[in-house]
């Protein structure tokens, strides 16, 4: 079993920063793959940055690519997503993902076992 729990959404305006933490605990097995995903209303949940804690790789989606950066704190078992730059299509609702080592791409939700219960992230122009 792995717990994972989100903070730090808020309202930014565009251009601005915001850190989001994802405080885990459980079996380590169950979090060797970890993630962010987002889901804006009428819209699907979509990956936007993924980390094999393994091997520290991290992966993102193409839409956050240089502005987003996943880092994990290994002695809090915390994983973090610094947003930067951001725009008001940046607004959603953000999970944390946890879940075993998988062949499946790190975008695809099947390739998590675990979630947060999300943190809302709203962008103003």
């Known amino acids: 079993q792995v717990q994972l729990v989100e903070s730090g959404g808020g309202s930014m305006q565009a251009g601005g920063s915001l850190r989001l933490s994802c405080a885990a605990s459980?079996?380590?097995?169950?979090?060797?793959?970890m993630g962010w995903f987002r889901q804006a209303p009428g819209k699907e949940r979509e990956g936007v940055a993924g980390?094999?804690?393994?091997?520290?790789?991290?992966y993102y989606a193409d839409s956050v690519k240089g502005r987003f950066t996943i880092s994990l704190d290994d002695a809090k078992n915390t994983l973090f997503l610094l947003m930067s730059s951001l725009k008001p299509e940046d607004t959603a609702m953000y999970y944390c993902?946890?879940?075993?080592?998988?062949?499946?791409?790190?975008?695809?939700?099947?390739?998590?076992?675990?979630w947060g219960q999300g943190t809302q992230v709203t962008v103003s122009s």
């Open positions: 993902a946890a879940g075993p080592p998988s062949i499946r791409a790190w975008y695809l939700r099947l390739g998590y076992d675990y």
């Open positions: 980390m094999n804690r393994g091997n520290r790789s991290t």
């Open positions: 459980g079996d380590p097995y169950n979090m060797r793959r």
